[in-house]
DNA sequence: TTATCTTTTTGATATATATCACATATGTAA
DNA sequence: TTACATATGTGATATATATCAAAAAGATAA
């Protein structure tokens, strides 16, 4: 069991909880470590918790018709995990795997929904959360399509230059190139002559997995060029 | 002003509104006509209220980087467009078309938000809404990019007989060529040359805008395989 | 009706990317 | 260290689909 009350990487919507309710969060919820590539939620099972992610990063993964793993999103700290499931469907609908070191809390699915109905503000968070998601979904479902795969490239860059770690310029991308592929539906070859088209542009720098941005403003410009 | 009340094709969060709520909803409640092919909602715009789509089915379109405007779904009666941007963003995020004609019901923003935070049970139907539409993104998402265009023509198919016209082997579908290419992510030429193979394959017949399904399993088989 | 505009169809061609096959590098366990 | 597995890189080739161009069919208005 945690402590919630003294949790200081708790999520905006877990912020609204009164001291009563954070006892009834606190009560059923179970921190558990993974390490890189272990499988936090498996596609297929029954959904029995929601995931919150206190720290390392995860990925959404989803089965094709090909049998072949497509990359729905990458998810940070502080994030819920398979809300989806929770509210409605029974059924893991996706897999989540850890990308790095993860430490996940689980709290039980009735506990969950109790606080949604017992606080409008933490429901409204939730809501808020899901609606922002959305967005983000239609913008990359035009992106992946409109864009050809050297703009995809700089995208999965730029993404985890700004979105995951803060504007930083050098990072390690915690994907195989596989995985890229899998995130932008593109092949693994494909990836590799992407980089190396943007290395030769000098735009960033590569080495295994360690990315660099020299020219931020002429990656921008293949992102948007497509 | 609506009658909100007595309205038989209320949201099945409305239906948890007790009178007083139900009279918030009507006094801030505008409903309006649109034309095939009347714009509901445009992109960019400032968003002020949420619709509700009484009759007549619309779509969800947004402009990519190619400034082609892809769609990202089709919308039926008894639905809430725009919650996304109401909820989250004040700019709308993508434009909604009329594709017959359609009545919508305009809800004010702030009473909208009102009604979220008086009644959790509310709130808790839209919460199961937005978790049903995302699920229904990943699978879109997945088939998209690992489905060829024959598959994905047979998939617009099934998606009208099924979803739309409660598994009707005969219906108008209410798109252009142009529109099931945005819809698929591929080219008007592309949908031509699929609409021929499925009929030669004699699991469709084809007409303008007519569609008659002549073999489901085929059809299914071919959305199956790709 | 004719004239004009839009949408759809059809064929020829171009092209981005997938696929395949193999080489090379990297990581891991004995 | 060696041996083996896994991940990545590279070149040659195949292919699904986009693009282009022009014809045919429908829709709309005078």
Redesign the pocket.
């Known amino acids: 069991m945690q402590n919630c009350k003294t949790c200081i990487i708790r999520s905006k919507a877990a912020n609204t909880l009164n001291p009563n309710e954070l006892t009834i969060l606190m009560e059923s919820c179970a921190e558990t470590t993974f390490n890189p590539k272990e499988s936090i939620i498996k596609e297929g099972t029954l959904s029995s918790h929601v995931a919150y992610l206190k720290s390392g990063l995860a990925m959404v993964s989803k089965k094709g018709v090909k049998g072949i793993d497509q990359i729905l999103k990458i998810i940070k700290p502080g994030n819920y995990i398979g809300l989806q499931t929770v509210l409605f469907e029974k059924i893991n609908q996706f897999s989540v795997t850890a990308l790095e070191k993860c430490v996940v809390c689980f709290i039980d699915n009735q506990s969950f929904k109790e606080l949604i109905s017992r606080n409008t503000q933490f429901a409204n968070e939730l809501l808020i959360f899901l609606c922002r998601e959305e967005l983000t979904y239609f913008d990359r479902f035009v992106n992946i399509h409109q864009k ?3 703009g995809r490239m700089a995208d999965i860059i730029l993404f985890f230059s700004e979105e995951i770690y803060n504007h930083a310029t050098s990072f390690n991308i915690p994907l ?3 995985d890229m592929a899998a995130f932008i ?9 992407a ?2 088209d943007l290395s030769k542009t000098n735009s960033i720098r ?1 080495s ?2 360690k990315f660099e941005i020299l020219n931020p403003e002429m990656l921008k410009k293949i992102s948007e060029k497509g």
Chains 1, 2 share one sequence.
């Open positions: 050809q795969i050297n195989s190139r596989s539906c593109t092949t693994r070859e494909s990836i590799t002559r980089i190396n590569v295994r997995k």
